[in-house]
């Protein structure tokens, strides 16, 4: 099984910070990741798919890149509204199968 | 509009079967894969399976095989997850999402909040 390390598990930042968050996989995925954000009591909401593509609708300050085993989210510049916990979620084809990392719960300082 | 409405709470205790519902409307929902999602109370998101309404093709997270089954009715649009016996452990929120390729949601129900208590 592939096994997702995501870090922090939780950060603090200002608004108008940089935030950037880490996805680790045991062994290389390709580009097989997503990231979701997760504001509280709500459903999960995807924001970037295949490690870099931007979700339609969403905002250009959020971005992803990385591939093979290291993949990076981040919010360019921190606004009140991105206060949510943040997953990032590979999929692997053979079997198919989804795992989601640890989470990162975002705070404003 | 894509929508998906899932059904509501429920409160049961161990030992009891449950069905809980997810319906999709605003697109074709034979074409889409809907997934299951698990969140346990304070707890991160848990890939429970996948089924594609055209054909049935199911597919199960290791975790949850044998544990849970998932099924859809295409005539009404709708997606099944089911318990035969639940247990205490199995209280959480779930969470039906769909999207064109299985391997990411674009959209999500809102959540079935699952309590088992005896």
């Known amino acids: 099984d592939i096994q997702m390390t995501q870090s922090p598990s939780s950060l603090s930042a200002s608004v108008g910070d940089r935030v950037t968050i880490t996805c680790q996989a045991s062994?290389?995925?390709?580009?097989?990741l997503n990231w979701y954000q997760q504001k509280p009591g709500k459903a999960p909401k995807l924001l970037i798919y295949?490690?870099?593509n931007l979700e339609t609708g969403v905002p250009s300050r959020f971005s992803g890149s990385g591939s093979g085993t290291d993949f990076t989210f981040t919010i360019s510049s921190l606004q009140p509204e991105d206060i949510a916990t943040y997953y990032c979620?590979?999929?692997?084809?053979?079997?198919?199968?989804?795992?989601f990392g640890g989470g990162t719960k975002v705070e404003i300082k | 509009e894509v929508q998906l409405v899932q059904s509501g709470a429920e409160v049961k205790k161990p030992g009891e079967s449950l069905k809980i519902s997810c319906k999709g409307s605003?697109?074709?929902?034979?074409?889409?894969?809907i997934g299951w999602v698990r969140q346990m109370p304070g707890k991160g998101l848990e890939w429970m399976g996948i089924?594609?309404?055209?054909?049935?093709?199911?597919r199960y997270s290791p975790s949850f095989q044998g544990q849970v089954t998932i099924s859809a009715d295409k005539s009404i649009s709708t997606a099944y997850l089911q318990w035969s016996s639940l247990k205490a452990s199995d209280t959480a929120m779930y969470y039906c999402?769909?999207?064109?390729?299985?391997?990411?949601?674009?959209?999500w129900g809102q959540g079935t909040l699952v309590t088992v208590s005896s």
């Open positions: 605003g697109y074709s929902f034979t074409s889409y894969w």
């Open positions: 295949d490690a870099s």
């Open positions: 089924i594609y309404p055209g054909d049935s093709d199911t």
């Open positions: 999402a769909s999207g064109r390729n299985w391997n990411h949601f674009d959209y």
């Open positions: 979620q590979q999929y692997d084809n053979l079997p198919p199968t989804l795992t």
């Open positions: 062994q290389d995925i390709s580009n097989y």
